[in-house]
């Protein structure tokens, strides 16, 4: 059974996440996505808050399944049995900055391998800090996440 990983954090996660995971469902017997438990940012969403959320938007994908991780994805990858990483790209800079991580992730264990799917066009300009950007500004992002999400990211602006 060919698995892949799709790790990220995911706060929150947006239209191009769901793209990517979905087209890659169908290039793997298996897709997890992982959310990372503890990354170095300051999120809007705690992790069962982000699994939810993405789970919610792949819903009628039976090959995908989505759970926290904390630590390397590398590891979480073993612990998994992934042979694979997956990452979207949406432009040049993402390319340079993956192109890094892959090479990371191959020294730290050279059995992985990294595929990366590009974003869709029309979801090339979506990332999440952007998103929570323009809703703290009062902006409507409800065309740029899953369904009920825009509803979520409202709630917990309120909340602060």
Request: proline residues 5%.
């Amino acid at each position: 059974m060919v698995t892949a990983i799709y790790p990220g954090t995911f706060d929150p996660v947006h239209n191009g996440h769901v793209d990517v995971a979905g087209r890659a469902s169908k290039l793997f017997d298996k897709l997890i996505i992982g959310v990372y438990d503890s990354p170095p940012k300051n999120l809007l969403f705690n992790t069962e808050e982000r699994v939810e959320m993405f789970s919610k938007s792949v819903v009628n994908k039976k090959n995908v399944e989505v759970v926290p991780f904390s630590g390397l994805a590398v590891d979480f990858a073993i612990k998994v049995n992934a042979g694979f990483i997956l990452r979207g790209l949406r432009a040049g800079i993402d390319f340079e900055v993956e192109f890094e991580m892959a090479h990371m992730w191959r020294n730290l264990f050279p059995n992985i391998d990294v595929v990366c799917v590009m974003s869709a066009l029309e979801h090339q300009f979506i990332h999440s800090s952007r998103i929570k950007e323009v809703a703290q500004l009062g902006g409507n992002v409800e065309k740029l996440v899953p369904p009920g999400v825009s509803d979520l990211i409202s709630e917990k602006l309120n909340q602060k």
